[in-house]
């Protein structure tokens, strides 16, 4: 006896009978018309698949010839193995609805070879994002995201949500977008950085948080966003060492969990995934100033590096190396100096050959230190009294970093612009779509 089965997806095909009656839902990717049979391809989002339409078996044929790529529809049919098609399965069409039809032409083709350039690709990210490949990387971000967050939970995280309109910069400094607050100025926050320390001495020991970030940065790069999503830890009674290890395994739950329940997604991308293995190496700034020395960059102590250097550094690492010991006067005002060596503070970057992937540090948790150091960076510790007044009372020492979720895909999906990594990027020129 054949069973009914009702709008079921592509991926289900695989478990259906021969014979049997499908009805799926989805979009009109490919139509060939040829004189006593059509062929199509339906896509939804698990996959794709061919119909075969004949003009005795499939009412309204006729019909066909008006349809537009892109049209959604609903295909009634039988399954058949019988076919000369690349997943050895194909869907015999009984009858097609058309539940909306798309305009003709696309400003932007699905299939088409010729790939478009980004300016065209994010004008029309609604049909870029049809595009199983680009629909990969938010599959694959989505799945590192959950495995993290199963990491920091089942590591006593609570999952905060901290204000993103704020009243005074995280780090001062001209980043800053200005907001309208009623009568008053307000920025958007750059980081949950101060928040997140207050929790700590609020008592809550360990948060995290996903979140967006707003930085008015003027540079157009591929590496920077003017709204990123920032995934921040911070925890009490912890130092550098301790941030870096949750980070390193972090990041390694995110790439297990990708890899166990989604090896389908694994096995479509472009780009091999790997969990790394053991403790991701680390290198003082020291050592890099000494290394670059060796290749005839000479590099003074106290200034950043290059992307050039930190090509240079990171050719000697396979994969993610910790920079650690930057100067202090490279360093936010909350970061905590080395104790006996205060030229250089307690703080790391994670990268990934020369691209920098997180920001960490152990952060000051005495107040009058805290003071001295938002002095030093000329800020006025009047502005941050909402901020000072929770480490009068009892802070504990604590430590954390901030991770940019779109530079973890633009490593480990190996894309070249991190535009292509975040949905609807909002960069030096572009705040539509
Ligand atoms: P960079 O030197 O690369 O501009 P940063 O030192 O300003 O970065 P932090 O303020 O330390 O970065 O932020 C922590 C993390 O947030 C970075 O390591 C990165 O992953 C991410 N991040 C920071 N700024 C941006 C940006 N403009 N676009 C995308 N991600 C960013």
């Not at 591929?222 to 912890?238: V, Y």
């Not at 990268?351 to 540090?361: L, M, P």
Request: proline share 5%; glycine share 6%.
């Amino acid at each position: 006896m054949q069973s009914q089965i009702v709008a079921v997806t592509v991926s289900d095909l695989r478990n259906i009978k021969e014979g049997d009656e499908v009805v799926l839902n989805g979009w009109l990717q490919e139509i060939r018309l040829l004189k006593n049979i059509s062929f199509l391809v339906l896509r939804d989002h698990t996959g794709t698949i061919q119909i075969t339409s004949k003009p005795d078996t499939t009412s309204g044929y006729d019909k066909l010839a008006q349809m537009t790529r892109e049209t959604v529809i609903s295909v009634t049919g039988t399954l058949t193995r019988k076919t000369q098609s690349k997943s050895g399965i194909e869907v015999l069409c009984k009858s097609i609805k058309v539940l909306n039809a798309s305009k003709s032409p696309l400003p932007l083709g699905i299939i088409d070879p010729v790939s478009a350039d980004i300016e065209t690709r994010l004008t029309n990210r609604f049909l870029d994002l049809r595009k199983p490949e680009v629909a990969l990387i938010f599959r694959t971000e989505s799945e590192l995201l959950w495995g993290m967050r199963e990491f920091f939970h089942d590591s006593g995280f609570v999952e905060v949500h901290t204000p993103k309109i704020v009243a005074a910069a995280t780090e001062g400094g001209a980043d800053l977008f200005p907001v309208q607050y009623f009568e008053k100025q307000a920025y958007l926050n750059q980081s949950p950085q101060l928040y997140k320390e207050i929790l700590i001495s609020a008592g809550m020991n360990r948060v995290f948080e996903v979140g967006p970030a707003f930085r008015a940065e003027k540079h157009n790069t591929p590496r920077h966003l003017n709204e990123f999503t920032s995934i921040d830890i911070e925890m009490g009674f912890a130092d550098h060492h301790d941030a870096m290890h949750m980070l390193q395994e972090g990041i390694k739950s995110g790439l297990k969990h990708l890899v166990s329940h989604r090896p389908d997604i694994v096995a479509s991308l472009s780009q091999q995934v790997e969990v790394p293995v053991g403790d991701f190496p680390k290198i003082t700034y020291r050592e890099c100033i000494r290394k670059l020395d060796s290749h005839g960059e000479a590099v003074k102590f106290g200034d950043d590096f290059t992307p050039e250097q930190l090509k240079l550094i990171g050719a000697e690492f396979t994969g993610f190396y910790f920079i650690t010991e930057w100067p202090s006067s490279l360093r936010a005002f909350y970061t905590h100096p080395k104790p006996g060596d205060e030229t250089v503070s307690n703080s790391f970057d994670l990268q990934y050959r020369e691209f920098e992937i997180t920001s960490g540090a152990q952060r000051v948790h005495d107040p009058a230190m805290l003071e001295e150091r938002l002095r030093s960076k000329n800020l006025n510790p009047d502005d941050f009294s909402f901020y000072l007044n929770a480490f009068r009372y009892g802070m504990p020492p604590h430590a954390g970093w901030g991770l940019g979720l779109e530079r973890l895909s633009l490593i480990i999906l190996n894309l070249q612009n991190i535009r292509e990594a975040i949905l609807f990027p909002r960069d030096r020129t572009r705040i539509t779509p």
